[in-house]
């Protein structure tokens, strides 16, 4: 009998194409999403050796990270932007990869359109140029970022060198409670874990609070992965995630489809196999929670409040505590309910779906945002925005004083015109807390969907349940 095998493993065992003896492996890559931030050079290598793309069908492009979000039908005025994005477009022209074009419906963010099109199926592997690929480890694919001269390798050859990361399980046991949401589950393991938790390692997530989750829901623990330091995420197929791929533009069909779900649900890791690393969490001990600091792990549950650096395990801790709170503008002590915002910002790859936008409708319907708050929603593709405009959505967010916007990466990471201002602080649903990253000098609080609106409303950090929904 064969050994108990992991889904990692399987996938991995099923990709490679060549092991070497100091343990390097050239994987075969099934999808390779690019967008205009990290392949300009990339092209131009394949450019300068005379080298075509290898299988342009396996590829989709798309602009995301300068597109802006406002007024497209006078095209991109900040030059540097126009630039990135006119040089995808030529690339794409030149080598015949195809592209969602910024005007196009299906236009958004890579990490949303590649599930959205039905691109993203178990059992592949699947790269782009950006660490947040691993949000479509949420099917059971193997999806990782990665370097831009690794872009070029993949667009010549449709292969990939990787070593062989460790396997390692995180259980999520019990049912969420109210309130909970899959962005809490995430920041409250990376709360457990620390951003260097899964180093080296590719993360399985299991347990009832992962199966009972929808695939809206999966993406956002899976984007996060990469804040915990890991590889990649991965969730076993299922039927929630045959079903949300059935139909879609990119799944197969007729005999390819009852081919791909065989496979599909031979994927899950085999009983007994074996982890390298476990970590077991209960969703009782989940409140919604905030990030207080300038990394995803400085997390709060919404009851708490800001850390005094002297209360710190070691000495290191508490310098880096209260360099934190100094870039914050935050002191020792203060309740986090009483931290008020300037700004709140909804969308990004890891909750701009449209289950984010239903949670978020259902806490701003027939409320108002705050007179000293300016709060954006930015659906994370073309596709969730008419979605959501069919479901009357944007009328709700439009009523209670959002700013309704096109699909894009936006003040996620500030490569656009979505900025925050030098010291403003803004409650978003995006992934990433550090200095500078919605612009410099901002202050980032991370949280779920349904918390920023909550946030928006009040006009200062506050507690989703005690809004009565
Ligand atoms: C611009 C891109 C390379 C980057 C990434 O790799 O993640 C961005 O998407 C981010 O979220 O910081
Ligand atoms: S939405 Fe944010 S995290 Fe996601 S790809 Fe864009 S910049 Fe990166």
């Given at each position: 009998?064969?050994?108990?095998?992991?889904?990692?493993?399987?996938?991995?065992?099923s990709?490679?194409v060549?092991?070497?003896?100091?343990?390097?492996?050239?994987?075969?890559?099934?999808r390779?999403l690019?967008?205009?931030?990290?392949?300009?050079?990339?092209f131009?290598?394949?450019?300068?050796?005379?080298r075509?793309v290898?299988?342009?069908?396996?590829?989709?492009?798309?602009?995301d990270?300068?597109?802006?979000?406002a007024?497209?039908?006078?095209?991109?005025?900040?030059?540097e932007?126009?630039?990135?994005?006119?040089?995808l477009?030529?690339?794409?022209?030149?080598?015949?990869?195809?592209?969602?074009?910024?005007?196009?419906?299906?236009?958004?963010?890579?990490?949303?359109?590649g599930?959205?099109?039905g691109l993203?199926?178990?059992?592949?592997t699947?790269?782009?140029?950006?660490?947040?690929t691993?949000?479509?480890?949420?099917?059971g694919?193997?999806?990782?970022?990665?370097?831009?001269s690794?872009?070029?390798?993949v667009?010549?050859t449709?292969?990939l060198?990787?070593?062989?990361?460790?396997?390692?399980?995180?259980?999520?046991?019990?049912p969420?409670?109210?309130?909970?949401?899959?962005?809490?589950?995430?920041?409250?393991?990376?709360?457990?874990?620390g951003?260097?938790?899964?180093?080296?390692?590719?993360?399985e997530?299991?347990g009832?609070?992962?199966?009972?989750?929808s695939?809206?829901?999966?993406m956002?623990?899976?984007?996060?992965?990469?804040?915990?330091?890991?590889r990649?995420?991965?969730?076993a197929?299922?039927?929630?995630?045959?079903d949300?791929?059935r139909?879609r533009?990119?799944?197969p069909?007729?005999?390819?489809?009852?081919?791909a779900?065989?496979?599909?649900?031979?994927?899950?890791?085999?009983?007994g196999a074996?982890y390298?690393?476990?970590?077991?969490?209960?969703?009782s001990?989940?409140?919604p929670?905030?990030?207080?600091?300038?990394?995803?792990?400085d997390?709060?549950?919404?009851?708490?409040a800001i850390?005094?650096?002297e209360?710190a395990p070691?000495?290191?801790?508490?310098?880096?505590?209260?360099?934190?709170?100094e870039?914050m503008?935050l002191?020792?002590?203060?309740?986090?309910?009483d931290?008020?915002?300037?700004?709140?910002?909804?969308?990004?790859?890891?909750?701009?779906?449209i289950?984010?936008?239903?949670?978020?409708?259902?806490?701003?319907?027939g409320?108002?945002?705050?007179?000293?708050?300016?709060?954006?929603?930015?659906?994370?593709?073309?596709?969730?925005?008419?979605?959501?405009?069919?479901?009357g959505?944007?009328r709700?967010?439009?009523e209670?004083?959002?700013?309704?916007?096109?699909?894009?990466c936006s003040?996620?990471?500030?490569m656009?015109?979505d900025?925050?201002n030098?010291?403003?602080?803004?409650?978003?649903?995006?992934?990433?807390?550090?200095?500078?990253?919605?612009?410099?000098g901002?202050?980032t609080?991370?949280?779920?969907?349904?918390m920023a609106?909550?946030?928006?409303?009040?006009?200062?950090?506050?507690?989703?349940?005690?809004?009565?929904?």
């Amino acid at each position: 009998m064969s050994q108990p095998r992991t889904l990692f493993d399987k996938i991995w065992d099923s990709h490679l194409v060549d092991r070497q003896e100091d343990g390097t492996c050239l994987l075969y890559i099934d999808r390779h999403l690019v967008h205009e931030v990290t392949s300009p050079q990339a092209f131009e290598g394949l450019r300068l050796a005379g080298r075509p793309v290898r299988r342009p069908e396996a590829t989709l492009a798309v602009p995301d990270h300068n597109v802006p979000t406002a007024d497209r039908a006078r095209g991109i005025e900040d030059e540097e932007s126009r630039i990135q994005v006119d040089t995808l477009e030529k690339n794409c022209a030149d080598f015949g990869v195809p592209i969602f074009r910024m005007n196009d419906v299906r236009q958004g963010i890579v990490h949303i359109i590649g599930p959205e099109q039905g691109l993203t199926q178990p059992g592949m592997t699947i790269v782009c140029g950006d660490s947040h690929t691993s949000t479509h480890g949420a099917f059971g694919a193997l999806a990782f970022g990665i370097g831009t001269s690794e872009v070029e390798h993949v667009l010549a050859t449709q292969t990939l060198y990787q070593t062989h990361a460790k396997n390692m399980r995180i259980t999520v046991d019990g049912p969420l409670p109210t309130g909970v949401t899959a962005k809490d589950l995430i920041l409250a393991i990376i709360g457990k874990i620390g951003t260097a938790g899964g180093t080296g390692h590719v993360i399985e997530y299991a347990g009832q609070a992962i199966r009972d989750l929808s695939m809206e829901g999966r993406m956002t623990i899976c984007n996060m992965s990469i804040e915990g330091g890991a590889r990649a995420g991965l969730i076993a197929p299922d039927d929630t995630t045959i079903d949300y791929i059935r139909g879609r533009p990119y799944a197969p069909k007729g005999a390819a489809w009852e081919q791909a779900e065989a496979f599909w649900r031979a994927l899950p890791s085999d009983e007994g196999a074996r982890y390298d690393k476990e970590v077991t969490l209960s969703t009782s001990e989940i409140e919604p929670l905030v990030t207080w600091g300038t990394s995803p792990e400085d997390v709060l549950p919404i009851s708490g409040a800001i850390p005094r650096p002297e209360d710190a395990p070691s000495e290191n801790k508490a310098m880096a505590i209260k360099r934190s709170l100094e870039y914050m503008g935050l002191t020792p002590g203060t309740r986090l309910r009483d931290i008020a915002v300037d700004k709140v910002f909804i969308g990004s790859c890891t909750n701009g779906r449209i289950e984010d936008l239903r949670e978020v409708a259902r806490v701003a319907e027939g409320r108002r945002v705050a007179d000293s708050v300016y709060a954006m929603i930015v659906p994370g593709s073309g596709l969730v925005k008419e979605q959501a405009e069919a479901e009357g959505l944007d009328r709700i967010f439009r009523e209670a004083g959002f700013d309704w916007r096109e699909p894009g990466c936006s003040m996620c990471l500030a490569m656009n015109a979505d900025k925050l201002n030098p010291g403003e602080r803004c409650a978003s649903t995006s992934n990433r807390n550090f200095e500078g990253r919605q612009g410099p000098g901002g202050r980032t609080h991370l949280m779920s969907p349904a918390m920023a609106a909550a946030a928006a409303i009040s006009g200062h950090l506050s507690d989703v349940r005690e809004l009565a929904c």
